[in-house]
Structure formats: structure tokens, C-alpha cells
């Protein structure tokens, strides 16, 4: 037998085992890492071929087949095993016939044909399994080849399940926020449905109110009704009413304008009557004795209430002859004797007062001795029957003043109140302290007016404001003590009440001056027995009657110069004696018989007054 084929197929078995060693090292190197990507789908378990993917690679030796990385279970694996075992012992002499090892008889050293046998038996047993493996090799590469077309679709499923995962999860994150807004949609739909509850309990509420305003609907309509035909008659008598009422409109507008007329020539005719009486006028009155009755040296005419008479009895110088009775006869616009009242007194100046309010500065003063009864002439006391002129002209102004007012007339009144003591001014509506009164100057306006400076004038709209102004200052007034008066005025004072009127309708406006003063008491130094202030007091009072003396018989006699600026009260009343004003002079007397010589010096002064004739008053009206 040749050994040609016996090399040859050592040769070969050598280069398939040197082939077949480093192939099953190289299998086991890369059949352990490889582990391709699994996917579990459900709850199916991939298939053995997509679980492993194993990667083949073939043998280099001639006529080899190529060897799977992943045998079959069991069998290859050990077919492999033996292989590479074998492989590795491929130069190891052959066991002889006789001997066995592991199970296998061993053959001689010298029996090569045996051996040759059992190694090309084992090459057949090679090539069987290499053949086997190669289909092996073949399924699992076909294998492989579709577990890796299932990877990629796998991967792209992953891909696509991936994206609609994120798509759910933004479904979920929407989902989540339309369930938070679901829980407050319900809330929302909990709390409507409360108020849902509330409001149909109010229905029901309304139902019943309803119902009940249904029926009183019902019997306002039928109210309605009749109220409709009421209406409709009285729209009938409303047209007929406003006829009437604009004819009785345009008779009012008339008789307005009739009574504006008619005040005016009212107020023509009273001043008139003042002129034809005089614009100043005098009045004489006699105060009763302290026991009542008249004395024999006052004589009044009881027809004649204009007249007085003063008699005289004069004793004879020779006493051959009876005593004789010299008579002093004197003769006033109106002389009231001792049982006058203070109520008829007035009512013979109250047309005079009137004047004021018809736009004439009006001047009443009082003149006379002493205890005549000037001050209670002009002020009286305070029961209403024994009120003087002064009181009682202040009523009658706000009196006159509200009746004008129906005619339109708007008054406003502003009053003032000074003394003259000593040949000073002094403010008796002064209330702060005595140390810091001002000092007072008469001066004269643009329009010759005379004012006082540094003089409290009050704002005042009813009577007992002025009463009030009057009762303080006879608090503020100079009195003293003189033998001929327990309580003797020692100065002269001067109410002032500046009135100043508006008739908005006719566009017509007056101002005028209410001027009552009571003149201080004259008398002689003899009877008085003044002395130290009293006395001083005393020639202040008569020197300033003495110029008042001059001043109007400058007047009687129209002097070209009348001498007003010699004495304060000559000063302050120069407006009213001499100016566009109607001046009465009160002459008060004295009747007890040792006043007989101040009574006369009185009267005479008082005829002096009564002669003098002054300008025509004219009404400051614009």
C-alpha cells in the first residue's frame, strides 16, 4: 500500500486541524459577545435564531467547509469540542492494536496502515460533520440574515413606538391639564348647581310675588281707568284753571304796577305834605309835675295844639301899683302837654320816619334843660306802652320795610352808635378794653358824605338787634349826678341807621340815614352847682349847644357862611340841619317854677329852630 495517500491525508487532516483549531477559537470569541438586540412585543419570547445572532466565518482550508459560530444544541458542540481537541493532538504517535485508551484500542507503533484507517475514518467522520455543519452554517446564516431584517423592522417599530409614545405622553400632559380643568369645571358645576338650588327657591319666591303684583296689576289698571277719566276731567278744569291763571297773572303784573305807581305817588304826595309842613320841624313838649297836675306859669290852649304860653307875675317896684304878668307867647308845629302818651307823640313823627325808607335822610333830636324828659322821650323805658321814638321808629322801619319787600324791595341796615362827651367822639358799641379804644375823627366822602373813623357799624335785620345795640350803649353812656338830675346825661349821643334799598324787578335803588339823637342837658352853672369834672363837663355841653345856637340862626339869617366846624355835634349833624335831610327838633321843658328861666331860654331857642328854612330834600334814588 502507498504512502502517497496516507501523507496526503495527514497533510490534509493537519491543515484541517490548524484550520479548525484557530476556527473554533475564533467562533468562541465571537459567538459570546455578539448578543443582538432583543425586543420584547407582547408576552411572546423571540425565537432562537432572533435571540442569537451568531456571525460564521469560513475555513481556510482546502476543501473545507465552513463552520457555524453557533452549533446546534448539543450535537455540534460537541462534534466541535472534539475536533479542536483532536486538532491539537494531531502529531501524537498511534496507539498499538493491542492497547486501548479511553475506551479505543491502541494501536502499535509500527501498525501505520491501522492507523491511516482510523484516520481517514476519522476524516470521513470529519467531512460528514463539516458538511453537516455547513448546512448548519447555512440555516443559521439565513438565520441570521432574517433576525437582522427583524432587528431593522424591530428598530423601526421601536422608532415608531417610541414617537407615539412621546405623542402620548403630550396627550398625557393635555389629558392632565383637561383633568385639572375638568375638576374645576366640576366644582364650577357644583357651585352653580347650589346656586342653581338658591335660585330656583327665588323662582319660586318671584312666582308667588308675581302672582300677587298680577293682581294688584289688575286692580291698578282698573284704578288706572277711572284715574284716566279723572285725569281727563282735570286736564279739562287745568286748561280752564291756566286760562284763568294767566289772566289773573297779567291783573297781577297789573295792579304791580299800579302799586308801584301808587307807592310812588304815595311817596310824591307824603313828601309833599313834609315840605308844606317844613323841613325842619319842631315839636314842644311839657313833662308832668313829680304830683301831677300843670303849674300856673304853663299855659295850653285847648284849641290850639300848637301853642304854649310861659306867664310871668312880676312884682311892683314901687308898691303903688298891683303886681303885673308878663306873658311869653310861643308857637310850635305841635306842642303835647304833660298827659300825652309816648304812643301819640309818635304817631305825629311816623310819617317822618316813613321817609327814611323812601330814600330821605331823617334827623330827630332832643333839646332842653336838664331832667326834662328828653331821654325818656327818645328811649323810654321798656314796657311797649312807655317805649320812646327811638324804639318805637325802629319797629316801624322793619315793619314798612317787610311790606315793601312783598313789592319787590330788598333792605339791608347797618347801625352805629357815639357819644360826644367833652368835644370827644367816643364809639358806645365799643366792647373791648377801655386802654385801647381808637380815636374817632368826622370826616367827609367823596360824595359829602360825613363819617366817623375807627366807628363800630353793626349789620342788622330785625328790631331786637337794634334794642339789643341800644341797651348796651346806654351801659357805655357818660352819666353823673347834678343837683338838678340824680342821673344827668353828660354827653350827647347819635344812633345812626344807614338803610339802603334795592328793587331788583324795577331796577331802582335808595340810601338814606335814620339819625335819632338826645342832646345832653342844658343848664346854668348857678342852678347845676357843678363842680370839678361836672363842671367842665357842663361848659363842654353848653358850648356846643351855644354853637348849635349859631349854626341854626346862621341858617335863619342865609349866611354865606354857617359855622359847622366850632363844636363835634354842630359837625357830626351838619348833614341834617343844613343839608338833603327833614330835621325834627323835640323841645322838652321843665314845668316846675324855678325852671321857668331854662324853660324860657329853651323855647326861645327852639323858635330860633323853628324859623330857620333850608334847602328842599330830594330822595337818593338812582
Known amino acids: 500500500m502507498s504512502r502517497l495517500p496516507v501523507m496526503s491525508s495527514k497533510r490534509v487532516l493537519a491543515e484541517n486541524a490548524q484550520d479548525l483549531a484557530p476556527a473554533q477559537k475564533r467562533l468562541r470569541k465571537d459567538a459570546d ?9 407582547g408576552t411572546k419570547r423571540p425565537a432562537l435564531a432572533a435571540t442569537r445572532a451568531p456571525i460564521s466565518r469560513p475555513l481556510r482550508a482546502v476543501g473545507a467547509a465552513t463552520v457555524a459560530a453557533a452549533p446546534s444544541r448539543g450535537v455540534v458542540k460537541q462534534s466541535v469540542a472534539s475536533t479542536a481537541s483532536k486538532g491539537g493532538n494531531m502529531k501524537q504517535p498511534v496507539a498499538s492494536t493491542g492497547t486501548k485508551t479511553g475506551g479505543t484500542q491502541k494501536r502499535n507503533p509500527w501498525d501505520l496502515k ?12 470529519y467531512q460528514i460533520k463539516l458538511k453537516t455543519l455547513n448546512q448548519e452554517n447555512e440555516v443559521l446564516q439565513d438565520s441570521v440574515s432574517q433576525s437582522q431584517r427583524k432587528i431593522v423592522q424591530v428598530e423601526k417599530e421601536l422608532q415608531i413606538q417610541r414617537s407615539q409614545i412621546g405623542e402620548y405622553e403630550r396627550k398625557l400632559q393635555v389629558l392632565a391639564g383637561v383633568q385639572d380643568e375638568l375638576e374645576k369645571v366640576l366644582s ?8 342653581l338650588t338658591n335660585l330656583e327657591g327665588k323662582y319660586k319666591v318671584m312666582e308667588t310675588l308675581r302672582d300677587s303684583q298680577e293682581t294688584e296689576l289688575q286692580t291698578l ?12 276731567r282735570v286736564q279739562v278744569n287745568l286748561r280752564d284753571s291756566e286760562e284763568e291763571v294767566r289772566s289773573l297773572k297779567e291783573t297781577v303784573a297789573q295792579q304791580k304796577d299800579e302799586i308801584y305807581a301808587g307807592e310812588m305817588e304815595r311817596r310824591r304826595l307824603h313828601n309833599t305834605i313834609q315840605e308844606l309842613k317844613g323841613n325842619i320841624r319842631v315839636f314842644c313838649r311839657v313833662r308832668p309835675l313829680v304830683g301831677g297836675g300843670l303849674p300856673k306859669h304853663v299855659q295850653l290852649a285847648t284849641s290850639d295844639n300848637k301853642a304854649i304860653t310861659l306867664a310871668k307875675t312880676e312884682e311892683s317896684h314901687t308898691g ?71 324804639p318805637r321808629a325802629v319797629q316801624q322801619i322793619f315793619k314798612a320795610a317787610g311790606k315793601l319787600g312783598e313789592q319787590g324791595w330788598e333792605f339791608t341796615f347797618t347801625a352805629s352808635f357815639v357819644e360826644i362827651y367833652n368835644e370827644t367822639l367816643r364809639d358806645l358799641l365799643y366792647t373791648g378794653k ?28 330785625n328790631e331786637d338787634q337794634v334794642l339789643g345795640l341800644i341797651a348796651l350803649a346806654n351801659q357805655n353812656r357818660s352819666t353823673a349826678q347834678t343837683a338838678q338830675n340824680d342821673r344827668s346825661s353828660r354827653s350827647h349821643s347819635v344812633f345812626q341807621l344807614d338803610i339802603e334799598g334795592v328793587n331788583a324787578g324795577r331796577d331802582a335803588k335808595c340810601k338814606s340815614t335814620l339819625c335819632l339823637v338826645d342832646l345832653a342837658g342844658s343848664e346854668r352853672m348857678v342852678k347845676s352847682q357843678s363842680q370839678g369834672d361836672r363842671f367842665k363837663e357842663m361848659t363842654a355841653i353848653n358850648g356846643s349847644l351855644s354853637n348849635l345856637g349859631i349854626v341854626i340862626a346862621a341858617l335863619a339869617n342865609k349866611e354865606s357862611y354857617v359855622p359847622y366846624r366850632n363844636s363835634k355835634l354842630t359837625y357830626l349833624l351838619q348833614g341834617c340841619l343844613g343839608g338833603n335831610s327833614k330835621t325834627l327838633m323835640f323841645v322838652n321843658i321843665a314845668p316846675e317854677p324855678d325852671s321857668f328861666g331854662e324853660t324860657l331860654n329853651s323855647l326861645r331857642f327852639a323858635s330860633k329852630v323853628n324859623d330857620c328854612v333850608i334847602g328842599t330834600a330830594t330822595a337818593n334814588k338812582k
Open 33 to 41: 459577545p455578539v448578543k443582538p438586540a432583543t425586543t420584547v412585543i
Open 114 to 125: 491501522g492507523k491511516v484507517s482510523d484516520m481517514e475514518d476519522k476524516v470521513r467522520n
Open 188 to 195: 364650577d358645576k357644583n357651585f352653580l348647581q347650589k346656586e
Open 221 to 232: 289698571k282698573m284704578k288706572l281707568s277711572v284715574q284716566e277719566s279723572t285725569l281727563a
Open 320 to 390: 303903688k301899683t298891683a303886681d303885673t304878668q308878663k306873658n311869653y307867647n310861643f308857637s310850635f308845629d305841635r306842642v303835647f302837654g304833660p298827659r300825652a302818651s309816648q304812643q301819640e307823640v309818635f304817631e305825629e313823627i311816623s310819617l317822618l320816619v316813613q321817609s327814611a325808607l323812601d330814600g330821605y335822610n331823617v334827623c330827630c333830636f332832643a333839646y332842653g334843660q336838664t331832667g326834662s324828659g328828653k331821654t325818656y322821650t327818645m328811649e323810654g323805658d321798656e314796657v311797649d306802652e312807655t317805649r320812646g321814638v327811638i
Open 434 to 461: 377801655s386802654s385801647k379804644r381808637p380815636e374817632h375823627e368826622i370826616r367827609k366822602t367823596t360824595s359829602n358824605e360825613v363819617t366817623i373813623t375807627n366807628l363800630t357799624y353793626e349789620r342788622v335785620s
